[in-house]
């Protein structure tokens, strides 16, 4: 069974740009979540999507946002991307979310700001 | 609000045991989970509690009080390859399906 992929590893942006990630959980899994780590902060949760609408959402400006497709994979955007924004941004999968101790994170995307 | 407490360093040698001890504070505790995770990598997923007790998997246990809001990971026969931060996390039923994470402890294993 294939894990949750993430795309693009790695990227480096300059402040002021716009970014997009993607994330396919694993088959069957209907939850995807999103976190942000950073060194100082640690893992910080951003936002859940489930059929395809946000459930949850986390402390984290506007300009932070996302989406689910029907096949359940998701994308997340960053617009007018800042320096601090420079972290490891995590996808999670599992097949409902609320319950239960199936969550599967995948290796991140590793985003630099310059 | 929500809280979640682990030391930052520890240090342990081959073959020694380790506890990793984890404090919380929530509104609605719905299971707690200890994730391993070694640098440039993703998190992996050691244990769950949502009940008081031990659960054992192999060289790795975690323990629950939800009294206490304590919980701590053990790992015995340590090895070089256990060296990595490991995160301790809660889900609370006042913030949804997310996960709460402490900022992890790192663990040096020397021989």
């Known amino acids: 069974k294939a894990g949750v992929t993430q795309t693009p590893r790695y990227l480096i942006k300059t402040r002021g740009q716009q970014v997009t990630l993607s994330c396919s959980p694993i088959?069957?899994?209907?939850?995807v979540s999103w976190y942000q780590q950073t060194p100082g902060q640690g893992l910080q949760f951003l936002f859940e999507?489930?059929?395809?609408?946000?459930?949850n959402k986390g402390n984290f400006p506007g300009r932070f946002s996302g989406r689910q497709f029907s096949n359940s994979r998701s994308e997340m955007n960053v617009s007018t991307l800042e320096l601090g924004d420079s972290a490891l941004y995590l996808c999670?999968?599992?097949?409902?979310?609320?319950?239960?101790?199936?969550?599967?994170f995948g290796e991140g995307s590793w985003l630099t700001v310059v | 609000g929500q809280n979640i407490d682990q030391p930052t360093e520890m240090t342990a040698t081959e073959g020694a045991i380790v506890q990793i001890n984890c404090t919380y504070q929530?509104?609605?505790?719905?299971?707690l989970f200890w994730y391993q995770q070694h640098a440039g990598e993703a998190p992996t997923f050691l244990s769950y509690?949502?009940?008081?007790g031990l659960e054992e998997k192999g060289r790795f246990s975690s323990f629950l009080s939800r009294s206490k809001g304590y919980s701590y990971l053990l790992l015995k026969e340590l090895q070089m390859k256990d060296s990595a931060s490991y995160l301790c996390?809660?889900?609370?039923?006042?913030?949804?399906?997310?996960?709460?994470f402490g900022k992890g402890t790192t663990l040096s294993v020397s021989s």
């Open positions: 088959s069957g899994h209907r939850s």
């Open positions: 999670a999968s599992s097949p409902e979310g609320g319950s239960g101790n199936t969550i599967y």
């Open positions: 999507y489930f059929s395809e609408t946000q459930r």
């Open positions: 996390a809660v889900r609370d039923n006042q913030a949804g399906t997310a996960l709460i």
């Open positions: 929530t509104s609605g505790f719905n299971g």
């Open positions: 509690n949502v009940l008081d």
